[in-house]
Nanobody, 125 residues
Framework: QVQLVESGGGLVQAGGSLRLSCAAS????????VGWFRQAPGKEREFVVA????????YYSDSAKGRFTISRDTAQNMVYLQMNSLEPEDTAVYYC??????????????????WGPGTQVTVSS
């Protein structure tokens, strides 16, 4: 079973940047989509960005376009989320997740079977 651990969260001022990391261990991620989601208090988990492990195709939510960049290192089994121009509305726990099968991308969190414990991102105004 895939195991994921996120890191890199913290407190940052509005306009600042953070780089989140997701370390994956276990079976190969070949053929899977890996996504970053976030969940603010009292809200549902929402899609941020995702990447196809093999070809590197990327998928972005409207809120992430132009500010966030997802990348992966297949040799190190790592996925990164570079977040720039952060806003207080970006405050949330950020999770990386692996799609439940070698199937097409979805932005729905129910379509991801494996999750890390999350990392807190707090953006102050």
């Amino acid at each position: 079973q895939v195991q994921l651990v996120e890191s890199g969260g913290g407190l940052v001022q509005a306009g600042g940047s953070l780089r989140l990391s997701c370390a994956a261990s276990g079976p190969s991620l070949s053929g899977y989509v890996v996504g970053w989601f976030r969940q603010a208090p009292g809200k549902e988990r929402e899609f941020v960005v995702a990447i196809g492990w093999n070809g590197g195709t990327t998928y972005y939510s409207d809120s992430a376009k132009g500010r966030f960049t997802i990348s992966r290192d297949t040799a190190q089994n790592m996925v990164y989320l570079q977040m720039n121009s952060l806003e207080p509305e970006d405050t949330a726990v950020y999770y990386c997740g692996v799609r439940s099968g070698r199937i097409l991308f979805t932005s729905k969190s129910v379509g991801y079977a494996h999750w890390g414990p999350g990392t807190q991102v707090t953006v102050s105004s």
